[in-house]
Each structure stands twice: as structure tokens, then as C-alpha cells.
Nanobody, 126 residues
Framework: QVQLVESGGGLVQAGGSLRLSCTASGRTFSTYTMAWFRQAPGKEREFVAAISRSGRTYYADSVKGRGTISRDNAKNTMSLQMNSLKPEDTGVYFC????????????????????WGTGTLLTVSS
């Protein structure tokens, strides 16, 4: 079992930056592929970024060049640094984990993830 807790959401002006964090419980964090998803009001939950066990990364086109996903296996944490924020980045951001058995990452569908946090709200004002 892995428990995930997100933090760092808040209200930011367009053009600003924010760092979201995810803290995981359990001793096997380093074996999991980790990812961020987000859900805007009235929309489906969508993939944002993923990071493999070894640190390989993959980003959705919507955040490529503005987002940086990272992890610290020693501290059981994962982060998403978001820059040049836009109002369309507004939503609840979820941390998710899956033990895929692979170090390859690409766009991940929601159903591929095993564990989810409860989310943290990011609001970007125009």
C-alpha cells in the first residue's frame, strides 16, 4: 500500500510560478512510476507529467517547457514546478503512483495508476 498526500496548491496570478509536492508513505517508493494529473472544473482528469523510477520524465504538451517533474527517492517525495502559469492551468492536481515494472514513461491513462492522492487545488487568476 502507498498513501499519497499532495501539498503546495494555492492562488497564483497568471505568469507566476508554483511548486506542488507529493509525499508518499511506504518503503517501496523508489520502485514506482509517479505522475501528476489535473482536473479542471467540469472536465475530465488529464495527464500532466510522469517520472520513472530512475528519473526519466514525460510531459503533456500543455505543460511542456513550463513544468518540471522531479523526485527524491530518499525522501519519498515528488514535485512539480510550474512556471509561466496560465488560467487554463487551474484545477485540482493529483499525485498518482503505479508499479509498472518498467523504467519507460509516456502519457499515462488514469486507469493505469494504482494509487491516488486526494488532490491539491491550484487556481490561476488572469
Amino acid at each position: 500500500q502507498v498513501q499519497l498526500v499532495e501539498s503546495g496548491g494555492g492562488l497564483v496570478q497568471a505568469g507566476g510560478s508554483l511548486r506542488l509536492s507529493c509525499t508518499a508513505s511506504g518503503r517501496t517508493f523508489s520502485t514506482y512510476t509517479m505522475a501528476w494529473f489535473r482536473q479542471a472544473p467540469g472536465k475530465e482528469r488529464e495527464f500532466v507529467a510522469a517520472i520513472s523510477r530512475s528519473g526519466r520524465t514525460y510531459y503533456a504538451d500543455s505543460v511542456k517547457g513550463r513544468g518540471t517533474i522531479s523526485r527524491d527517492n530518499a525522501k519519498n517525495t515528488m514535485s512539480l514546478q510550474m512556471n509561466s502559469l496560465k488560467p487554463e492551468d487551474t484545477g485540482v492536481y493529483f499525485c498518482a503512483a503505479v508499479n509498472s515494472g518498467s523504467d519507460y514513461v509516456t502519457t499515462l491513462p488514469r486507469y493505469a495508476m494504482t494509487y491516488w492522492g486526494t488532490g491539491t487545488l491550484l487556481t490561476v487568476s488572469s
